[in-house]
């Protein structure tokens, strides 16, 4: 089976066809299907060494409200759907466990102060529910993504379930994966707008850089570790991509509904430390280009937000660009979901790629157009991404990614930051 073989309606185009629709409805529409193909070949020549395990294969439920959600085979679809997450309240959390809110005061100074990873404010996301949603719902409407006939109650329910399933799953196995996020004719929008910043503006591509803290900073790899080229932007941003985004409303409104998605999960995202997150901002986005190479090495098994950084990162988002990919061009992202027991061993991340352990077999994941992919930027989900082949019909492959941020690790890392800046 190919990864096109099914197609759930995308959104929001399927609010307005099953607006009336009711609960019981929306299980009667659930398909559950058990993908063989969708795993790359073990052992393919040009594969990095991840892929000498025998990957675990997803099984993919279709469900008109909630796009086509993939989760490891063996998880009971039915009961990731029909079962809401755990209830997790401010006052559920074990003494010495529960959070203490920030000051407004300390919220604003975290969006002024920039970062030493990316030179970026930091990008504020509404404080509730209900105000992402109508950030959200007011864009779709103002540039016809949606008409006021469209029945909002089915657009929130998407979107309040598609929340509850990735809670749901990043409790689990430490990521969520869903297709058709936004529906073909957005996507491939996004998709034009990803390909004239890469023909039109190359020049603000740089090549990919990793992380590092004052103990760190000093390490020069002696291998490749990534070789993609990246570009940052911000909507709002008139200095950058920025500035072409806003020629396509498709982008704002990608990053609207990544944030109401993540708001719709509640309290129910956690820190590196079992604490309850609360999720305040999140960085600029960055544009990324993998090209086809004969000695390309993609991007070695890694975390994002290794606790040496601790740079507040808790949750990545990548939203994939590429129409009709195929699992024999390369490009998939490499994932390691959490063990049975919830949680993933403290090992580097470069020994993954020659674990036996059956608890730790990695999954692929086809970066196929108007895919999301959501998972912990912290030692809780090691991931990485296979080079793009030689053998590959296509010549790139593109990817936007989003990370969400840890109020508290936050301002704790920029308080360190701006000490270290203001020395001397």
Wanted: aromatic share 10%.
């Amino acid at each position: 089976m190919s990864d096109k073989a099914i197609h759930s309606p995308p959104m929001p185009d399927s609010a307005a066809h099953h607006s009336t629709c009711s609960e019981n409805d929306v299980y009667d529409n659930l398909l559950e299907t058990t993908l063989h193909n969708e795993i790359g070949d073990v052992g393919k020549p040009g594969m990095g060494s991840a892929d000498i395990h025998v990957l675990t294969d997803l099984k993919r439920i279709s469900c008109f409200l909630a796009g086509e959600i993939e989760v490891p085979d063996g998880v009971p679809g039915w009961k990731i759907l029909c079962c809401p997450p755990p209830t997790v309240s401010s006052e559920s959390f074990k003494p010495g466990q529960k959070r203490a809110r920030l000051k407004e005061t300390d919220r604003i100074s975290i969006k002024r102060k920039k970062s030493r990873e990316m030179g970026h404010l930091d990008i504020r996301i509404p404080s509730g529910w209900e105000a992402c949603l109508l950030v959200l719902w007011e864009h779709a409407i103002q540039h016809s993504f949606l008409t006021q006939s469209v029945c909002r109650d089915a657009f929130v329910e998407r979107i309040r379930r598609i929340g509850a399933i990735a809670s749901r799953s990043l409790q689990q196995h430490g990521f969520f994966t869903i297709k058709h996020l936004l529906g073909l004719t957005r996507a491939t929008r996004l998709c034009q707008w990803a390909r004239d910043c890469w023909c039109y503006q190359r020049h603000l591509f740089r090549a990919g850089k990793l992380s590092s803290d004052d103990r760190n900073a000093d390490f020069v790899p002696t291998e490749p570790i990534r070789t993609d080229l990246v570009a940052w932007f911000y909507p709002d941003d008139t200095n950058s991509l920025g500035k072409t985004a806003s020629s396509f409303p498709e982008v704002r409104l990608l990053l609207l509904y990544l944030d109401a998605v993540v708001r719709s999960m509640g309290y129910t995202l956690t820190n590196r430390n079992s604490c309850q997150a609360q999720v305040d901002s999140r960085s600029w986005s960055a544009l990324s280009v993998y090209q086809k190479q004969s000695n390309g090495v993609g991007y070695v098994s890694h975390y994002d937000n290794p606790s040496n950084l601790a740079d507040g990162r808790i949750l990545t988002a990548l939203y994939y660009l590429n129409p009709n990919w195929q699992r024999n061009w390369g490009g998939q992202l490499i994932i390691w979901p959490r063990r049975n027991n919830g949680e993933n061993s403290e090992q580097s991340p470069a020994d993954l790629d020659t674990t036996t352990s059956t608890d730790s077999s990695p999954l692929a994941i086809l970066p196929t157009l108007d895919r999301l992919v959501l998972f912990y930027a912290d030692e809780r989900t090691p991931h990485r991404v296979q080079p793009v082949f030689p053998t590959a019909e296509v010549d790139e492959r593109f990817a936007i990614s989003t990370w969400y941020f840890d109020s508290e690790e936050r301002m704790r890392f920029l308080t360190k930051f701006n000490s270290n800046t203001n020395v001397g």
